[in-house]
């Protein structure tokens, strides 16, 4: 994978996550300017290239009323004069948008007739187009500032950077995780909970881990997902995706899921070169039954 962008633009919906990202980038090297009108991107870039600044990442967005116009034909201005920018677009559901603006009680940029509702559908009409030509586009829906954090970090983190793995092991009996974008069920595998001696351990601890990944079942599924996931990851990235979910659940979340997790985990750090972590959701669980 080749060297993180040098000139980063960053937009998309109001109170979708952009100046928690500004911030992460300002962490990662990146002299930003936040609510820069799009026609003064092309002077801001050169004044920062000429004051020593080499990598860059400005925000443009719905702040500029009118002047937002500009957007589309400054980039493909920048383009023409041979400084393509790297588009990071910032997305979130309409519900998420709404509570953070019910929260916050801030004003929306755009302000349509009917509220904020209203308003936030004359924001994604206005920006159509740049969702389209965007590089990345990051959904917060269900991210934690620390989850947005490391998404940004595996991105422009450095040499290797890609979109960030998050490998999540989790128990049915406690609900799906809502961030997970391929779920697989370990349910079928054999069970250390009705064993006497693993039963107070978890997938984390060694014996448990030789119990389910020694099964015979267990090295089947393995030997079946990981060229999957060496498959579609790379796929997933050129749809623009910035961060992929995997879940592995079992009924409790402590034993099974916990082990195929972990062993996911190191499978693909193997291969793919973002970021990838690895969540044990209810392992610590009190009471849990896998």
Same mark, same amino acid.
């Given at each position: 994978? %080749?060297?993180?962008? /040098?000139?980063?633009?960053?937009?998309?919906?109001?109170? %979708?996550?952009?100046?928690?990202?500004?911030?992460?980038?300002?962490?990662?090297?990146?002299? $930003?300017?936040?609510? =820069?009108?799009?026609?003064?991107?092309?002077?801001?870039?050169?004044? /920062?290239?000429?004051?020593? !600044?080499?990598?860059?990442?400005?925000?443009?967005?719905?702040?500029?009323?009118?002047? *937002?116009?500009?957007?589309?034909?400054?980039?493909?201005?920048?383009?023409?004069?041979?400084? +393509?920018?790297?588009?990071?677009? *910032?997305?979130?559901?309409?519900?998420?948008? =709404? &509570?953070? @603006? %019910?929260?916050?009680?801030?004003?929306?940029?755009?302000?349509?007739?009917?509220?904020?509702?209203?308003?936030?559908?004359?924001?994604?009409?206005?920006?159509?187009?740049?969702?389209?030509?965007?590089?990345?586009?990051?959904?917060?829906?269900?991210?934690?500032?620390?989850?947005?954090?490391?998404?940004?970090? /595996?991105?422009?983190?450095?040499?290797?950077?890609?979109?960030?793995? #998050?490998?999540?092991?989790?128990? @049915?009996? @406690?609900?799906?995780?809502?961030?997970?974008?391929?779920?697989?069920?370990? &349910?079928?595998?054999?069970?250390?909970?009705?064993?006497?001696?693993?039963?107070? =351990?978890?997938? %984390?601890?060694?014996?448990?881990?030789?119990?389910? =990944?020694? !099964?015979?079942?267990?090295?089947? *599924?393995?030997?079946?997902?990981?060229?999957?996931? #060496?498959?579609?990851?790379?796929? @997933?990235?050129?749809?623009?995706?910035? !961060?992929?979910?995997?879940?592995?659940?079992?009924?409790?979340?402590?034993? #099974?899921?916990?082990?195929?997790?972990?062993?996911?985990?190191? +499978?693909?750090?193997?291969?793919?070169?973002?970021? $990838?972590?690895?969540?044990?959701?209810?392992?610590?669980?009190?009471?849990?039954?896998?």
């Amino acid at each position: 994978m %080749s060297d993180r962008p /040098s000139f980063i633009v960053a937009t998309g919906l109001s109170g %979708s996550g952009k100046s928690q990202a500004v911030k992460v980038l300002e962490d990662l090297g990146y002299y $930003t300017l936040d609510n =820069l009108p799009p026609a003064l991107m092309r002077s801001a870039l050169e004044v /920062s290239r000429k004051g020593g !600044h080499r990598d860059v990442a400005f925000v443009i967005d719905a702040r500029s009323g009118a002047l *937002f116009a500009d957007a589309l034909p400054e980039l493909a201005a920048l383009e023409a004069a041979g400084d +393509r920018p790297h588009i990071l677009f *910032f997305d979130a559901s309409d519900d998420v948008l =709404l &509570r953070r @603006y %019910s929260e916050t009680r801030h004003r929306h940029p755009i302000e349509a007739a009917g509220g904020v509702g209203p308003s936030i559908a004359e924001e994604r009409r206005v920006l159509v187009g740049l969702r389209a030509r965007a590089d990345k586009v990051i959904d917060t829906t269900h991210l934690s500032v620390k989850e947005l954090r490391d998404t940004l970090h /595996s991105l422009y983190g450095g040499a290797t950077s890609g979109m960030l793995v #998050r490998v999540i092991s989790f128990g @049915y009996k @406690y609900g799906l995780p809502p961030a997970a974008d391929l779920v697989f069920d370990v &349910r079928f595998m054999e069970n250390p909970f009705y064993i006497e001696e693993l039963r107070p =351990l978890s997938g %984390s601890d060694e014996k448990v881990r030789q119990f389910v =990944l020694g !099964h015979p079942a267990t090295k089947a *599924f393995l030997a079946q997902v990981e060229p999957l996931l #060496r498959f579609a990851l790379p796929r @997933y990235e050129e749809e623009k995706k910035a !961060h992929l979910g995997i879940a592995f659940g079992c009924t409790g979340g402590r034993h #099974r899921s916990v082990a195929i997790a972990d062993d996911v985990g190191e +499978r693909i750090r193997g291969f793919w070169p973002g970021e $990838t972590t690895v969540e044990h959701r209810d392992r610590d669980r009190e009471d849990v039954r896998t």
